[in-house]
């Protein structure tokens, strides 16, 4: 068998090259080569930057030359880390057929669903959107298979059916006649326009008729004439002389079945100012599992259904409901849409219009970057009501509104405020006497010494260890002088003698910013414990039931505000290539210095821990039933603040809002759910590679483990793979499949209930031979459906496997 061709190092070469290396190896069994020997041979064939690189452990005797498996990984590691399947992914819905034959565009589309491990329904979803419209125009009458290789084998036989009947091979291509050039509309002086042209009558285009012309639909649509019949009084879509489809007939319709929605040109990203200016836009309140929000709605006759843009609805976490079918809407006056199927719709939202008008109403999803909100034709019709087009805005309702939507009681939940704006750089009017406590000045002064400095105590008999100097960029160095600079003139470092002195270096924040750290990994090691515990998260979220308003606080250089106990300086030293030097403030990085500040900030805010807030370390959380109370509940907060020295940074701060990010968390007055930034790194999280790479991702996705039912049974495989004693195991089918199931178990998480202490609760248990699982649960009233609070699960230890299964769930 031949041997491959040699490997440079190119990324996109890299899977090829090892694929070809082990058939080889496969098809000659009688060599017995030894992974060393396998080794050899690879490097054999490597050449330019991947010679380089395997030259020196080859010629130093690294231990990975005795370990193929291990050798390959590490190459591919090197030279290929592009992450194929979250590329693939992304790639999957991006790519579009346009004026590729469908053969073409199934290639490129199989290619890339190779690399992923999507359901049957998803793919096909996927294949068909990327298709062109024409050819969808095509297939809207008939039954498509269901699978995915039968429509594809379906669509490239229709499109060649297609292409055969446009460009039969029996017989030439007749020529066509240039259209005739179109006359310009004259204005008579009166002012009206009279239209004159010498293009032939249009017949109406019928089933196996040629459509119009590029031209010809150019010039409609300059004129507004109809797209089926040239009519100059109504659009295609409502033109008489088109042929009706019957309800029977929709019923065989595949991928678009159910009416075409229309939506007025005002719902397009091609809106111009002017129409902008014309419009009516009504003020509402929207309210869903006791969030709620202000938006505005637009008032269209012209829609046939009641919209909501997309992007408005994930960036307020509306819930969303997958569509049974997709559903094709239409711009009214014939323009594309961005997208031009409906495949999702709302939960059933609460609305408020005006005062006393309020009901219950689902939105379809579309994009419209113009309108958040959409009130279509038979919105209008089912309320009828009064406009005020010069005021804009509606003056009365249809009396069948009286017993329906209208009600004295106007109030929604127990709230009606909007979402605040994130992120003021401000004080809010309610606390502007307190402003002090949001004061940059006053965290730039060393603070006193106080009962909570940071001791820094070690074991007996042990020194400190003396680091060495990182080495920086050039944009790395300029930071840390200025970083010096800054700190001397503040008082928070001096210049240091001290035999200790820990590295220095940068990480990116995830602003863009650099964090400076030092290198206390050596000291802390031989530093006794502060053992002060740290508040278990879970435990925190148990208190909000019953708020509905928050405000969040954020420290301003919060560690800083603290002092090194006197005495102990000098164990902070640090080494740079500017000097040497030491803290009086306490830096980041030091063992003790979580369980120093939680010491501070709990006796700062003690009184008030139990009743309305959480605090953990630097992120404060204030929560309330209603305004009034919460206004009051963060003036004390603030007070104590003050008192204490401890400062906020007004930038970072939220105040009086109805959902926050919290520790990783999204809260509301429903629930809370996984932050969608969190959930995001998991779903794109690349196959771990490795023992730490394992341990990173069990790590990260542990920490919402409450979220996800039998979590303990879906991770076993991969934790079957850290234990002591496994070694360099192979990465096994048992284990890609856990971790593809755990993502998808990420996607289908809910929200979690707050519990009620005094609402009863219900327990579900349930136990495998590996382990056990459960689900607390509670209704929030009798009536209602059991509400998810959170979930439990475990491994069984190696006796409790022996128990019956009646002894395994109690």
């Known amino acids: ?89 992304r790639s999957l819905f991006h790519i579009k057929q346009g004026n590729k034959r469908v053969a073409d565009y199934a290639i490129e589309f199989k290619t890339l669903t190779s690399e992923v491990l999507w359901p049957n329904d998803v ?54 006649p240039p259209l005739p050039s179109l006359p310009r509309h004259t204005s008579t002086s009166g002012g009206s326009e009279n239209v004159k042209t010498d293009l032939p009558v249009v017949e109406p285009m019928q089933i196996g008729k040629t459509g119009i012309s590029e031209a010809e639909r150019a010039h409609r649509r300059e004129k507004g004439l109809c797209f089926y019949c040239a009519g100059a009084d109504h659009f295609r879509l409502r033109c008489p002389q088109r042929p009706r489809v019957s309800r029977a007939e929709h019923s065989r319709v595949g991928f678009r079945t159910g009416d ?27 309210t ?129 405020i909007a979402t605040a704006p994130p992120l003021s750089t401000e004080v809010p009017e309610s606390y502007l006497a307190l402003k002090e406590v949001f ?58 003698s001290s035999p200790a002195g820990a590295g220095f270096f940068f990480v990116s924040k995830k602003e863009g910013d650099l964090r400076p750290c030092i290198d206390y990994r050596g000291l802390n090691r031989i530093t006794i414990r502060n053992a002060y515990p740290i508040p278990l998260i879970t435990e925190l979220f148990d208190r909000l039931k019953g708020a509905r308003i928050y405000t969040k606080l954020d420290l301003r250089g919060a560690y800083n505000l603290v002092r090194v106990k006197k005495g102990d300086e000098w164990k902070t030293a ?28 709990n006796d700062t805010l003690r009184e008030f821990l139990q009743e309305f807030v959480i605090v953990y370390l630097d992120d404060i959380l204030i929560y309330s039933p209603d305004v009034d109370t919460h206004h009051v509940h963060v003036k004390q907060v603030l007070k104590k603040l003050l008192k204490a020295g401890l400062y906020c940074k007004l930038e970072k701060c939220l105040f009086d809002i109805v959902t926050v990010q919290f520790l990783g968390y999204i809260i509301t007055p429903g629930g809370f759910q996984m932050d969608p930034k969190k959930l995001s790194a998991i779903l794109d999280w690349p196959l771990p590679q490795g023992l730490k790479a394992i341990q990173r991702f069990l790590g990260f996705t542990n920490y919402y483990r409450r979220f996800i039912k039998d979590f303990s049974a879906l991770v076993a495989p991969l934790t079957a793979m850290t234990k002591k004693g496994v070694g360099n195991q192979k990465w096994t089918p048992q284990a890609t499949q856990a971790f593809e199931a755990l993502k998808q178990a990420f996607t289908t998480a809910p929200v979690l209930r707050h519990p009620d202490p005094a609402l009863p609760f219900q327990v579900e248990v349930d136990a495998s031979e590996l382990g056990l699982g459960a689900v607390l649960s509670q209704r929030e009233a009798p009536d209602k459906p059991l509400h998810p609070c959170g979930f439990y699960s475990r491994k069984l230890s190696p006796a409790e496997k022996n128990y019956d299964i009646g002894n395994r769930e109690l």
């Open 1 to 89: 068998m031949k041997a491959p061709l040699r490997y440079d190092g190119t990324p996109s070469l890299c899977r090829g090259f090892l694929t070809q290396l082990e058939i080889l190896f496969e098809n000659n069994p009688g060599s017995c080569m030894s992974d060393k020997a396998k080794v050899g041979y690879l490097i054999n064939h490597l050449t330019e930057k991947a010679l380089l690189w395997a030259t020196p452990l080859w010629e130093n005797k690294k231990p990975i030359i005795y370990d193929y498996e291990g050798f390959t990984s590490e190459l591919k590691r090197t030279f290929d880390p592009s992450r194929r399947a979250t590329n693939a992914g």
């Open 123 to 176: 793919l096909t979803l996927a294949f068909t959107e990327g298709l062109n419209e024409a050819f969808m125009f095509e297939l809207a009458p008939l039954k498509l298979p269901e699978s995915l290789d039968h429509l594809i084998d379906f669509c490239i036989a229709m499109d060649d059916q297609i292409r055969e009947r446009r460009h039969p091979r029996d017989r030439p291509r007749r020529v066509l």
């Open 260 to 286: 075409t929605q229309v939506v007025g040109s005002l719902c397009a990203s091609f809106v111009d100012n002017e129409k902008k200016k014309s419009r009516i836009l009504l003020p509402v309140s929207l």
């Open 288 to 416: 869903w599992e006791g969030v709620h929000l202000k938006t505005e709605a637009f008032l269209d006759s012209g829609a046939s259904g009641n919209f909501m843009d997309k992007n408005f609805a994930v960036k307020n976490l509306i819930p969303l409901v997958l569509r049974e079918r997709p559903l094709r809407v239409e711009a009214i006056d014939g323009k594309p849409l961005s997208c031009p199927y409906i495949t999702h719709d709302t939960v059933d939202v609460c609305m408020k219009t005006g005062v006393l008008h309020q009901e219950t109403i689902r939105f379809q999803i579309i994009e419209s970057p113009s309108c958040p909100v959409v009130l279509g034709f038979p919105w209008l019709t089912e309320h009828n009501p009064v406009v005020d087009w010069v005021q804009r805005d509606i003056k009365c309702w249809d009396q069948s509104c009286q017993s329906k939507c209208l009600s004295r009681v106007h109030v929604i939940g127990s709230l009606n």
């Open 439 to 496: 004061s940059k000045a006053r965290t730039e002064v060393l603070p006193p010494h106080r009962p909570y400095d940071c001791a820094i105590d070690l074991l007996p008999g042990t020194m400190p260890p003396r680091g060495h100097v990182y080495p920086l960029s050039q944009r790395e160095n300029d930071i840390m002088e200025e970083y010096i600079r800054e700190n001397l003139e503040r008082g928070f470092i001096r210049r240091s």
């Open 574 to 601: 640090f080494n740079t290539r500017s000097g040497h030097y030491e803290y009086l403030v306490m830096p980041f990085g030091l063992c003790n210095a979580p369980a120093v500040f939680q010491d501070l900030i």
